[in-house]
């Protein structure tokens, strides 16, 4: 998809006066982040299990190499095969390649991010295969040509009237004169409508949650039942999944497993966990005649032993952004790209550029919630932090901001100095705010004090009141 | 693509240094080998019949439903039972499998009972567990010739006939069990109470492209491991 993320701070002012998304914003706090702290709460070994969890990763990233290869030689021993994909570009044509060998007319997909980060759907329709997604929050935004909004929960921007439109807009069979106000009906009528898909499509396309090295099995996570159908029914499999996905042991994805559900939706364990192992074997009665794995790196590789390394053991649960409060106030699409909140302003300017997305990692209050709720432990705030210093290293900073930065250093850089100027500044602001005892409008900070008052300083630094206090006695 | 596969794996060396020699791989070897368990929850620090308690109370909080049986005999009169009561069809689609071919359906004769995989006209399929894991309720269920995979998702009721011996406490056991019984599958399905969805409005619907409802028949055949 074409990256809208340059234009944040936009995309940002519309989705705060939107009354649909900040409704459904709303709702989404009540939701996940009041489930996420009671599944929490019913599992004292939770911060254990996070601790294992993050060791886990941290050990695979060290030996990736040797596990990448065991899982292929896993996948090839059971039937089936791994496509190494340096790029978007590399995975689109191995995807297209494999559907080409069966001469696909359709395709189902499970959701997978993958899919949306190699943007797979318009490549196929371009190449005259229709790509129906299944998942019913992404059925909803392919209806209506949007990317997702949220990495677990796509459509969590729509309303259910916003759905019903759609759904009357596109299935031709749909009486308009049926009601639809329901999410009862609203998933029955989806339901109905895919169910055929399921059984004509020829290639079904999954995510994946894990990859297992000892057995060369993937792994998706979710709770419709979508994506089983999705990889059963058609006569091929195809498991599109980054080459962080992988852990070594059935063991190890289950001590992430248990950490994974209850971050996302605040489940215990999510409906279905699926565990797959090349293509049907002899005498089985279904399953896919082929399995393919399409591996991809897409610039992965080249953070490990960087600073940035850390970001490769998320697990796409969401918690950051369910706990962000500038998620929280602008949704997913002000993000601009497939990866929304602290990890999507993490990952886009790696994947996509710092160039594209340099508001993204300020988009921030660095409050430390993501940090605080991520399951891998994973430091946001300070890989954002990372992509603003190298931002403005690069000087993709406004001149203005740049200028203010660059007197604050100087200043910061001479104590004495810095003591006397503030000191200065702060009774000239007392003066000047004695009467109200708060500011409207200040130049340079219109748009601080726009949203709100300033209040006016009562004559003192923090240091002076410190020394006054006794200080650090 | 093999230019791709090797420029991958040059990438993750190159930025290891140095540490790509047989002592370091022999690390992850061990790892593979010794398929160490994490922390492993204290709810299921109990004994076998608190573990079937457990499961099926976790089971319930799934929205399953749970029959609990004396023996095999008694669940063609369990599942005719609540098929009827759910106002169901008495057909069932069921696993080819020796462990459900061998239950006394024709005590029932009003219940039609066929065997093989679902092509997506059967109301209700019935299949056996493999293990389920009392931790959280959630069913085991391995693919193969006896159980066809598309049993647990076409048809819009699930019923599992589980044995209470099968009942496990956390995962780990499961999946020694499952080495126990031969090769990895083509699929483990662990199954977690019916098919759900919250993508509209975040309210939670049953029943979004898998089973509406999953029942569990429990025979307690006391055969603790």
Known sequence: MEATSRSFKDNARHALVDPDLQQALARMKA?????????????????????????????????????????????????????????????RQAILAICRSVDAKTVTKGKSMIGEEIAINDYLEANGITAVETDLGEYIIQLRHEPPSHIIAPAIH??????????????????????????????????????????????????ANFLIAETGSTVIVTNEGNGDLTQTLPKIHIVTASLEKIVPTLEDASTILRVLARSATGQEFSAYTT????PRRAGDLDG???????????????????????????????????????????????YGWVYPGPMGAVLTPTLIGVEEASDLPNASTFCGRCEE????????????????????????????????????????KRPLFYRWTVGLGVRLLALAGSRRGRFRRLPFAGGWTRHRDMPAPQGKTFQQ????????? | MSDARDQILATIRRARGGNGDAAFHAVAEQRLQLKARGTIPKRVDRGPAALVDLF????????????????PDAVPAAVAEYLARENLPAT???????????????????????????????????TPAFAAVAETGTLMLRSGPDHPTTLNFLPDTHVVVLRASRIVGPYEEGWAMLRAAGAMPRAVNFVSGPSRTADIEQTIQLGAHGPRRLHIVLIEDGDAR
């Open chain 1, 31 to 91: 939701g996940f982040v009041v489930n996420r702290a009671a599944a929490v709460a019913r599992l004292p070994e939770f911060d254990k299990l996070r601790d294992e969890a993050r060791a886990i990763k941290d050990h695979t990233l060290e030996h990736l190499d040797f596990y990448l290869e065991r899982f292929e030689r896993q996948v090839t021993a059971a039937g089936g095969h791994v496509h190494w994909c340096r790029t978007a570009d590399e995975a």
């Open chain 1, 465 to 473: 009141r410190w020394d006054e206090a006794g200080g650090a006695r």
């Open chain 1, 275 to 278: 565990f797959s192992t090349g």
């Open chain 2, 56 to 71: 099926v109370e976790q089971a319930l909080t799934l929205s399953a439903t749970v029959d609990r049986v004396a023996s």
């Open chain 2, 92 to 126: 069932l689609r069921a696993a080819p499998s020796p462990e459900i071919e061998a239950i006394p359906w024709r005590d029932r004769p009003a219940l039609t009972v066929t065997f093989g995989r679902s092509d997506g006209h059967d109301e209700v399929g019935l």
């Open chain 1, 288 to 334: 896919p005649g082929e399995f393919h794995v399409v591996l991809l790196d897409n610039g992965r590789s080249a953070l490990l032993g960087t600073e940035l390394q850390d970001i490769l053991r998320c697990i796409r649960c969401g918690a950051c952004m369910n706990h962000c409060p500038v998620y929280g106030a602008v949704g997913g699409h002000a």
């Open chain 1, 373 to 412: 709720v991520c399951p891998m432990r994973i430091p946001l705030p300070k890989l954002m932090r990372h992509y603003r210093e190298r931002a403005f290293d690069r000087g993709l900073m406004p001149p203005l901001p740049r200028l203010a930065l660059a007197l604050w250093a100087f200043l910061a």
């Open chain 1, 158 to 207: 729509v309303t259910k009237k916003q759905v019903a439109d759609s759904f009357y807009a596109t299935h031709r069979t749909l009486d308009a004169g049926r009601k639809l106000d329901e999410p009862r009906a609203l998933v029955d009528e989806a339901r109905a409508m895919l169910r055929q898909s399921y059984l004509d499509a020829d290639v079904g396309i999954t995510g």
